[in-house]
């Protein structure tokens, strides 16, 4: 049981627009930044998003991030076959004195 | 380029020990706080242990605290991780990557491939 909520799948064709929630409590979203990795099989997690709402160099604006209160989005416009991946959210938790992560969305691309 | 090389995964009997070693290039290793996270087999990420950019501070999942220790060496620039008293829930691929702290900014900005660890009779 992870302590940041996410959806196991989300799915969207070529071109759609996702969102991907995280939902979490006072000690973590509600005090700190969320920040969201992608991860394919076999490859190293990438940072996508950081501070809420920040893009990495080299990150594509179709990538955009928000957060309200207890709770966070990652939003991908204009879908794109290579964006199949496992999409983390995480936050530092006050209470448990260390990072939190969400179990993780599976995103298809149809 | 920053590249994070993990090694020392391998299998472990239970209670048994392994060290974990991160070489870090690319980036001013004594200046960055450090961090390892793993992945257990089908499932997602979780977050094991941090260590602070001088080494005087460290943080540990509940999970782990008292069995696993991290550490580093700014002169090697490599980061470890001791595990000891393995357990079956152990079992995963263990990510070192290089964290941001900074007031009310923490995450993670490059991580490794990753090195498994198999705690099995």
């Known amino acids: 049981q992870s302590v940041l909520t996410q959806p196991p799948s989300a799915s969207g064709t070529p071109g759609q627009r996702v969102t991907i929630s995280c939902s979490g409590s006072s000690s973590n979203i509600g005090s700190d930044t969320v920040n969201w990795y992608q991860h394919l099989p076999g490859t190293a997690p990438k940072l996508l998003i950081y501070?809420?709402?920040q893009r990495p160099s080299g990150v594509p604006d179709r990538f955009s991030g928000s957060k309200s209160g207890t709770s966070a989005s990652l939003a991908i416009s204009g879908l794109q076959s290579e964006d199949e991946a496992v999409y983390y959210c995480?936050?530092?938790?006050?209470?448990?004195?260390?990072?939190?992560f969400g179990g993780g969305t599976k995103l298809t691309v149809l | 380029e920053v590249q994070l090389l993990e090694s020392g995964g391998g299998l472990v009997q239970p209670g048994g020990s392994l060290r974990l070693s991160c070489a870090a290039s690319g980036f001013t290793f004594s200046n960055s706080a450090m961090s390892w996270v793993r992945q257990a087999p089908g499932k997602g990420l979780e977050w094991v242990s941090a260590?602070?950019?001088?080494?005087?501070?460290?943080y540990y999942a509940d999970s782990v605290r008292g069995r696993f220790t991290i550490s580093r060496d700014n002169s090697k620039n490599t980061l470890y991780l001791q595990m000891n008293s393995l357990r079956g829930e152990d079992t995963a691929l263990y990510y070192c990557a290089k964290v941001i702290a900074l007031e009310g900014e923490y995450y993670f900005d490059y991580w490794g491939q990753g090195t498994l660890v198999t705690v099995s009779a």
């Open positions: 260590i602070s950019d001088n080494g005087d501070t460290t």
């Open positions: 501070t809420n709402n």
């Open positions: 995480a936050a530092w938790d006050d209470s448990l004195n260390g990072w939190v």
